[in-house]
Structure formats: structure tokens, C-alpha cells
């Protein structure tokens, strides 16, 4: 009897340290996957912060949001700045032949289907500005030169 309550009185000296060991197990179990969530969570914002579109503009790349901008941002946002691409406007042949002329030089892979796609984003949204006549002036005060 003396030598049963011995050992459970051993047995008891291991209580504390058990139960420490559990709480730091569950501490480690509960907190390594939310690590891991909390980095996966802050690269996904800084992705979707990266392609905000904002006011119908892609706001890192100051390109308008319209049919086809992902592809145009994917390829043609990556050897030089998109104000490049959006101050050049060109008629469809003119955009595939410099196209064609990035690639014969420039190193531009082959865009594949994707070419019509981008040609046809780029002429519907950064049309050939049209070059006329100034317009007429009106609601103009006159004077007299003395
Ligand atoms: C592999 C690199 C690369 C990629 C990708 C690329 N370009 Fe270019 N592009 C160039 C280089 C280099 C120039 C010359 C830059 C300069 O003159 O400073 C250029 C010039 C241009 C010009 C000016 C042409 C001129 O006549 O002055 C336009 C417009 C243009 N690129 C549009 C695009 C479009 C649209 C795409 C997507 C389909 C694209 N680029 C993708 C390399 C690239």
C-alpha cells in the first residue's frame, strides 16, 4: 500500500509538466497554419491591390479597363511602360506590323490568338485621334483696335 501511494505520488510529479507540454503543442498546432493564412492573406491583397481598377482605369497601369486589358497588361506591360502603348494609336494594320516588327527585333514572343484580342482593345479604346479643322469660334466679345 505504502509502495502504490510511492508511485502515484511520482506519478503526480509529472501532472504540471504534462499539461505544459499539451498547452504549448496546442499553442504550436493552433498557430502555425494561422501564420501561414496570414501570409497567404496579405499576398493576395498586395496581388488584388496590384490590379485595382479603379474609375474603369487599370490603376497601376493607367490603362482602360475594357474587354482584353488583362492581356494587354500581361503583354505588353512588360518590356516597357503602357504610356507607350497608349500614346502610340495606330489602325490595325499599323498595330500588327509594330507588333510584328517587336518581335522581329524586340524579342516579343508570338502572342497566338490572343494578337486579335489586344489589337482590337487597342484600336476600340485609344482610336486614331481625328485631325481637323479647328472649331468654329463662338460667344466671342469683339473689340475695336483703336
Ligand atoms: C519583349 C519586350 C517587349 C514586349 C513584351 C512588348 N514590347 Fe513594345 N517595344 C519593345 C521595345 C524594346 C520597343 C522600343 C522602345 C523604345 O523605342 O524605347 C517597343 C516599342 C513599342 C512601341 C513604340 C513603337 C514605335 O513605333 O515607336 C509600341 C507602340 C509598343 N512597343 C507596343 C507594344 C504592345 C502593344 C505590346 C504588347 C502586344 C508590346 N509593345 C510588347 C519591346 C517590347
Not at 481598377?53 to 487599370?58: K, Q, R, S
Not at 509594330?98 to 486579335?116: A, F, V
Amino acid at each position: 500500500m505504502a509502495k502504490l501511494d510511492k508511485s502515484r505520488g511520482s506519478m503526480r510529479k509529472y501532472i504540471p509538466f504534462t499539461l505544459v507540454m499539451l498547452a504549448v503543442l496546442a499553442v504550436v498546432i493552433f498557430f502555425i497554419p494561422k501564420k501561414e493564412a496570414v501570409v497567404v492573406e496579405k499576398i493576395t491583397s498586395e496581388v488584388s491591390e496590384a490590379d485595382k481598377v479603379e474609375n474603369g482605369i487599370h490603376v497601376r497601369t493607367g490603362l482602360i479597363a475594357k474587354d482584353g486589358y488583362e492581356l494587354v497588361v500581361a503583354n505588353c506591360t512588360v518590356c516597357h511602360s503602357a504610356k507607350l502603348v497608349m500614346q502610340n494609336r495606330m489602325n490595325e494594320v499599323r498595330w500588327n506590323s509594330t507588333i510584328k516588327w517587336m518581335q522581329e527585333t524586340q524579342n516579343l514572343w508570338d502572342l497566338g490568338d490572343n494578337q486579335k484580342i489586344i489589337v482590337d482593345y487597342l484600336v476600340k479604346n485609344y482610336p486614331i485621334e481625328k485631325v481637323g479643322r479647328r472649331h468654329a469660334l463662338n460667344n466671342i466679345n469683339w473689340y475695336n483696335l483703336k
